[in-house]
């Protein structure tokens, strides 16, 4: 589905969710809870059908484009270990070396560039002074574009202050490890853009060794491995799509990637881990995530009680409990994904567009606000509103892997909680395309407002909680795509959205869950509730066939089976009888995670039920001792989503 079908979908629910609370009605009980689970064993996951649809790229900004930068001038930097030498354009003969007092490299647009090693500095704003670590400073005043090639290995950080100018940065195989705890590892001051350029052919590293609780060494505080106060853009260049490879490691202090504006990726190969227990997210930003395309691995080993690890985050709001500073956007932040192969490794959520309004420090006295201007806000934030925020997901391609493995919890005397989510959007959270495999603990799909799956291929298994949750008045709508949704530990469901609709137009899809579900509503293609009486047992295959005994619909049983099967195809046709058989033999035909998307010759089995018939006034068939259900109720399971 194009995205003109999401921005009207999208400009109804938006200004429909700002009278409706994004907000998630919290458990009373001031307690821990944690939740037995069901585990499958098998999720059926034999497949061999990937979502080829198109759907039109969303958070296009041309100056992200490092193919409209043009450098101003080019200063290439050789690490040597410990020592760092340095030189502007095609100057070689004028190799500056670093030392402890600032040193002129040359001019950019009439402006020098300097550099100078530094020692542990802490930040001292009135004489202008920024904190610093153990390495090298490169300082431009200007406004000129320039460009740094790095190259070699080097001990110690590296700081690029240029605040006033996009910089283009290439890592031509550079590998920069922070010393003696010292960071961050990378560190940029543009307000503006830095661009990670990874060349063709080029492998780099950075690695932060910093650790939590370890201030006694650590000066520059700064909270990301790699670290940009302005937008942060990692692409490649070359003539591969995926360019060059940049592995970035957080040894244990806060989090791997950061940036107080947006990060966008395109055309890398990006190796994020957060390796230390004591580190918390892989990628981090203010504003935004954008993803292009590219290969990017990001894993989180960090388990600190209420700041386990997350893949990627956007938090729309910074506080600062030591200084009592405050930053925050008008509209809070989204993420957005055009394509890529990206795999997901976290205790925490996979991904998250996070900002909650009622969670918010805006407007307490005691804390120095300052708004944020990105292009983002005035590009794709515009109406928005501290008060009325769109923390949102968009899915338009790609193919993505996630799976979380905390257990959920949540104490609300403290207000520590854990959600193993794997994505989630405070907003809406809306799929168009892509290839999407999703196990973890808590929801695997989740949103504050509605969802909506216009397409792809998306599996979505919850070991703990619900499939698929949407808490909107909205609830989910379903247009299109190929779906597999497992939420089958009591009281949770496959697709829960409460008493709000569940509506499916289109689309092939099955879910098992519990009695506990949401009903079906407002639908025009044909969609059938059954209970596992019908359907059959673990690791068997069930059908749907016509009156000449050939199949509309055909899914192979995990090794846990639930309670309550939700499907729907076009394939089954509404004023028309078909037969449920469970225990068939299936031969040939596509499937995705054991779903059949081109449906196999079958034989054997036996007939459960045949009184299978939709009609064009209701498109739902019930055959469930179960009745008509709503959806699992905030009461009956753990908060905190």
């Known amino acids: ?76 930097v050789n690490f040597l270990g410990t020592s760092v030498n340095a030189y502007i354009g095609s100057d070689s003969d004028s190799v500056v070396t670093a030392k402890t007092e600032e040193t002129s490299i040359g001019k950019i647009s009439g402006t020098k560039v300097t550099i100078l090693l530094s020692e542990n500095t802490e930040e001292d704003e009135d004489n202008d002074i920024d904190a610093a670590s153990n390495g090298v400073i490169l300082q431009y005043k200007g406004t000129g574009k320039v460009k740094y090639v790095l190259s070699g290995d080097y001990t110690g950080t590296v700081f690029i202050k240029n605040k006033k100018a996009d910089a283009a940065v290439v890592l031509n195989n550079a590998n920069i490890t922070s010393e003696s705890g010292a960071g961050p590892a990378l560190r940029f001051s543009s307000e503006v853009r830095t661009f990670i350029v990874i060349p063709e052919g080029t492998t780099n590293s950075i690695t932060d060794t910093r650790l939590l609780n370890q201030s006694a060494t650590i000066y520059d505080t700064k909270k990301g491995s790699l670290y940009a106060k302005g937008a942060l853009i990692f692409t490649g260049e070359g003539s591969t799509v995926s360019g060059g490879n940049l592995s970035v490691e957080n040894k244990g202090y806060k989090h791997a990637i950061y940036s107080k504006d947006y990060v966008r990726i ?40 209420d700041d386990e690890s997350v893949g990627i985050k956007v938090e729309g709001e910074d506080a600062d409990e030591d200084d009592l500073t405050l930053e925050y956007t008008s509209g809070a932040g989204f993420v957005i994904i055009n394509g890529g192969t990206i795999e997901i490794k976290t205790v925490a959520k996979g991904i998250t567009a996070h900002w909650k309004s009622s969670e918010s420090l805006i407007g307490d006295e005691s804390y120095t606000e300052t708004a944020n201007s990105s292009i983002l806000y005035s590009t794709f934030l515009s ?31 403290t207000g520590e909680k854990c959600s193993p989510e794997g994505i989630e959007a405070k907003s809406d959270l809306i799929i168009n395309a892509g290839t999407i495999t999703l196990n973890c603990t808590d929801d695997a ?3 504050g407002g509605a969802i909506y799956i216009n397409g792809g291929a998306l599996y979505a298994y919850s070991s703990e909680n619900d499939a698929i949750d949407a808490n909107g008045s909205n609830g989910i709508t379903i247009t299109g795509g190929k779906i597999v949704a497992i939420g089958i530990n009591t009281p949770e469901c496959a697709f829960d959205c409460d008493s709000n609709p569940l509506k499916i137009t289109g689309g092939l899809l099955v879910g098992l869950g519990t009695n506990n579900y949401t009903e079906p509503k407002n639908c025009s293609q044909s969609v ?52 449920v058989k469970s225990g068939v033999t299936a031969s040939g035909g596509t499937k995705f995670h054991n779903l ?10 036996t007939s459960t039920l045949s009184t299978f018939k939709t009609t064009s006034s209701s498109f739902v068939y019930t055959a469930s001792s ?8 905030e009461g009956d399971r753990p908060s905190g989503r």
């Open 1 to 76: 589905m194009k995205s003109k079908f999401f921005v009207t979908i999208f400009a109804i629910v938006f200004f429909t969710s700002c009278a409706n609370s994004v907000d998630e009605t919290k458990n009373s009980a001031a307690a821990v809870i944690i939740s037995s689970s069901s585990l499958i064993t098998d999720d059926g996951s034999s497949t061999n059908y990937t979502d080829e649809t198109e759907a039109e790229a969303g958070g296009y900004v041309s100056e992200d484009l490092y193919e409209n930068f043009t450098a101003d001038g080019t200063v290439f």
């Open 266 to 305: 395109e055309n890398v190969t990006l190796d994020v881990s957060v390796s230390g227990t004591t580190g918390r997210d892989c990628i981090r930003a203010l504003n935004a995530v954008i993803i292009d395309n590219g290969r990017i691995s990001l894993t989180g080993n960090g388990t600190i009680t």
């Open 383 to 413: 109406g928005t509103s501290y008060t009325c925020p769109n923390p949102y997901v968009e899915i338009n391609g790609g193919t993505i892997s996630i799976t979380t493995s905390g257990t959920p919890y949540e104490n609300t005397s």
């Open 445 to 447: 799909l989740n949103a």
């Open 528 to 579: 059938g509730v059954i209970s596992n009486s019908y359907y059959g047992s673990a690791n068997t295959t069930m059908a749907i066939t016509d009156s000449s005994g050939n199949p509309v619909f055909v899914y192979t049983l995990p090794s846990s089976v639930g309670t309550i099967m939700i499907l729907s195809s076009p394939e089954i046709k509404t004023g028309t009888t078909y037969t």
């Open 596 to 605: 059949y998307t081109d449906l196999p010759s079958i034989s054997g089995g």
């Open 626 to 633: 179960a009745g008509s259900n709503t959806g699992a109720k």
